[in-house]
Every structure is written in structure tokens, then in C-alpha cells.
């Protein structure tokens, strides 16, 4: 059964960091890429950012460029987002999400529970 | 950026009858080389992370009833649930991942009359 746990949310001042896992199972983790995909509070989905397979290919939202680096492990079958220079509008639940296909531009097929960040003084 | 617009932003329609979602994209996401239109619609329940029901814009995911189904190629896409089931209230969002930045419709809210 595929699973995929995000940890690491929590509250962090504006101008923080964060840094958050998601640990993959039930699949073979390094033959599909993977994805974070935002929801603020109360509103639609955002897309964040996608890595390849391999971990070679990385794509990110405007919002987010600069700040924010995806990166996986598959040794470990773990997924990392490092956020840094929070702001307040980057406060969401972020889900940590897999693609159907190696490349990333795929469908996503599976997302896991999310893990609530909050940016505040 | 491809913009994806639904319509309606809101639905309620009677146990049994068929709700009907659309979804324009600003651009087309149908890839000539494959003939695949890259659109999927997700399903999100209350407090619940969204569940794929549909790719490649008519394709069911495996283990989604059949009485969702997609249609649509192009710019235009409908996500139709043929009898409504209570269990089927929740938000729909459509999604193309033709091109980077992927994005998401902002979402139809499906309730019972």
C-alpha cells in the first residue's frame, strides 16, 4: 500500500526556516518523481515544486523560487522541502504528494495527509 | 501560466441526478506527439487530502465508481457524476500538468439540494 507521512510543520516567525520530511512506502520511491503542493487555510491548491526521479530535475512556483529547494533521499525513501525566509502567505498545509510517472510530468496519483506550516510573530 | 477556470464555483443538485463540472484552461494542454490531453480532476473531502478520480482527462483512476467521468479535450473539460451519491459531496478541483507552473481550477463545491 502506498504510503507517504509528511512531518516537520509548525509555527515559525516571518524570515524562518522550516524544513519538511516525507517518508515514502510502498512503492519504489526513486522510479517516480514527487511533489509538494500547498492549500492555505480555507482556499484551493497550489503547486510548489516537483523532482525528478533520480532527484537531478527540480521545478519550482514563482512564489517560491529563491526560498524554497526540493530535495530527496532514496536511500531513505524521504522526500525534504527547506524553506527559507518565510513569510506570512506561505502559511498552508503542505502536502507531499507522488506522480504517476518518473519525470514529474505526470498526474498526481497519490497525496499524503499534509503537514500544517504557520508563519507568525 | 496556464490559467484553469471552473465553473460553477458552487453546485447542489438532488441524491441521484447528475452534477456536471467544467473546466476551461487558458491554453491547450492536449500533447499532439502523445495524444494525451495532460488534465486530471481530484476530489477533497473536509479535512481530507484530495483524491485523484480522473487522468488524462477521461481516464478513471482505479477503484473510483463509474459513475464518475471525464470528457473534454483541448480547452474544455467536464467532470460529470452521473447519480449523486451523499458520499460524493465534497470539492472538485481540475489540474493541468501540460506545463510548469502546474495549475489547479479554484475549485467547485459540490453539495445536496
Same mark, same amino acid.
Not at chain 1, 514563482?62 to 524554497?68: A, E, Y
Not at chain 2, 467536464?78 to 449523486?84: E, G, R
Given at each position: 500500500?502506498?504510503?507517504?507521512?509528511?512531518?516537520?510543520?509548525?509555527?515559525?516567525?516571518?524570515?524562518?526556516?522550516?524544513?519538511?520530511?516525507?517518508?515514502?512506502?510502498?512503492?519504489?520511491?526513486?522510479?517516480?518523481a514527487?511533489?509538494?503542493?500547498?492549500? !492555505?487555510?480555507?482556499?484551493?491548491?497550489?503547486?510548489?515544486?516537483t523532482?525528478n526521479?533520480?532527484?537531478?530535475?527540480?521545478?519550482? !512556483?514563482?512564489?517560491?523560487?529563491?526560498?524554497?529547494?526540493?530535495?530527496?533521499?532514496?536511500?531513505?525513501?524521504?522526500?525534504?522541502?527547506?524553506?527559507?525566509?518565510?513569510?506570512?502567505?506561505?502559511?498552508?498545509?503542505?502536502?507531499?504528494?507522488?506522480?504517476?510517472?518518473?519525470s514529474g510530468?505526470?498526474?498526481?496519483?497519490?497525496?499524503?495527509?499534509?503537514?500544517?506550516?504557520?508563519?507568525?510573530? | 501560466?496556464?490559467?484553469?477556470?471552473?465553473?460553477?464555483?458552487?453546485?447542489?443538485?438532488?441524491?441521484?441526478?447528475?452534477?456536471?463540472?467544467?473546466?476551461?484552461?487558458?491554453?491547450? *494542454?492536449?500533447?499532439?506527439?502523445?495524444?494525451?490531453?495532460?488534465?486530471?480532476?481530484?476530489?477533497?473531502?473536509?479535512?481530507?487530502?484530495?483524491?485523484?478520480?480522473?487522468?488524462?482527462?477521461?481516464?478513471?483512476? =482505479?477503484?473510483?465508481?463509474?459513475?464518475?467521468?471525464? =470528457?473534454?479535450?483541448?480547452?474544455?473539460?467536464?467532470?460529470?457524476?452521473? =447519480?449523486?451519491?451523499?458520499?460524493? *459531496?465534497?470539492?472538485?478541483?481540475?489540474?493541468?500538468?501540460?506545463?510548469?507552473?502546474?495549475?489547479?481550477?479554484?475549485?467547485?463545491?459540490?453539495?445536496?439540494?
Open positions: 500500500e502506498v504510503q507517504v507521512v509528511e512531518s516537520g510543520g509548525g509555527l515559525v516567525q516571518p524570515g524562518g526556516s522550516l524544513r519538511l520530511s516525507c517518508a515514502a512506502s510502498g512503492f519504489t520511491f526513486s522510479t517516480y514527487m511533489n509538494w503542493v500547498r492549500q !492555505a487555510p480555507g482556499k484551493g491548491l497550489e503547486w510548489v515544486s523532482i526521479g533520480g532527484g537531478t530535475i527540480t521545478h519550482y !512556483a514563482d512564489s517560491v523560487k529563491g526560498r524554497f529547494t526540493i530535495s530527496r533521499d532514496n536511500s531513505k525513501n524521504t522526500l525534504f522541502l527547506q524553506m527559507n525566509s518565510l513569510r506570512a502567505e506561505d502559511t498552508a498545509v503542505y502536502y507531499c504528494a507522488k506522480c504517476r510517472g518518473y510530468y505526470d498526474d498526481v496519483d497519490y497525496w499524503g495527509q499534509g503537514t500544517l506550516v504557520t508563519v507568525s510573530s | 501560466d496556464i490559467v484553469m477556470t471552473q465553473s460553477p464555483d458552487s453546485l447542489a443538485v438532488s441524491l441521484g441526478e447528475r452534477a456536471t463540472i467544467n473546466c476551461k484552461s487558458s491554453q491547450s *494542454v492536449l500533447y499532439f506527439s502523445n495524444n494525451e490531453n495532460y488534465l486530471a480532476w481530484y476530489q477533497q473531502k473536509l479535512g481530507q487530502p484530495p483524491k485523484l478520480l480522473i487522468y488524462w482527462a477521461s481516464t478513471r483512476e =482505479s477503484g473510483v465508481p463509474d459513475r464518475f467521468s471525464g =470528457s473534454g479535450s483541448g480547452t474544455d473539460f467536464t467532470l460529470t457524476i452521473s =447519480s449523486l451519491q451523499a458520499e460524493d *459531496v465534497a470539492v472538485y478541483y481540475c489540474h493541468q500538468y501540460y506545463s510548469i507552473p502546474y495549475t489547479f481550477g479554484q475549485g467547485t463545491k459540490l453539495e445536496i439540494k
